[in-house]
């Protein structure tokens, strides 16, 4: 297995982000997603409240990230995590990327005393990985609505 190593991004790693946006197919099967304007990577990476991480392999290119959000509660603890999105390179897979990013999350948030973490999973796949990393369904969710204002 070729070796990773897992960091979390901050100030000055930008062109890490526009990268990941270029090649998010091969990370997440999705279509490519617009970059961020340099000033909008700039404070996404400068925000206390996201923690995004990347797997880099021995030439410190990306295999794989981890992208989730410190969340400020009403009631109950005053902070859990919003886990918000996962990707690693297709051949990457099954090789204990995703587990490694998800246990530098875990141990950001024993770190900073933050207990509650969870994660929208919407296909089977992605629910059994989670499984797998220690989650259980805790509540279903009907439908997510959005909107642009």
Request: net charge negative; charged share 25%.
């Given at each position: ?6 960091r ?58 981890l ?9 109950g ?23 490694a ?7 950001q ?11 929208a ?6 629910q ?22």
């Amino acid at each position: 297995m070729s070796p990773f190593t897992i960091r979390r991004l901050g100030p000055g790693d930008e062109a890490a982000l526009a990268g990941l946006a270029a090649d998010e197919t091969d990370f997440t099967d999705e279509a490519p997603s617009p970059p961020l304007s340099p000033e909008a990577a700039r404070a996404y990476l400068a925000d206390p409240q996201v923690w995004h991480w990347h797997a880099e392999d021995g030439q410190g290119q990306p295999v794989g990230f981890l992208m989730a959000y410190v969340h400020r509660r009403r009631h109950g603890e005053a902070l859990d995590v919003m886990f918000e999105e996962i990707g690693v390179r297709e051949a990457w897979r099954r090789r204990g990327v995703g587990r490694a990013l998800v246990a530098a999350l875990h141990e950001q948030m024993r770190a900073q005393g933050i207990r509650g973490v969870w994660v929208a999973a919407d296909n089977e796949g992605a629910q059994a990985f989670y499984r797998a990393c220690g989650y259980e369904v805790d509540e279903l969710q009907g439908v997510i609505l959005s909107r642009t204002v």
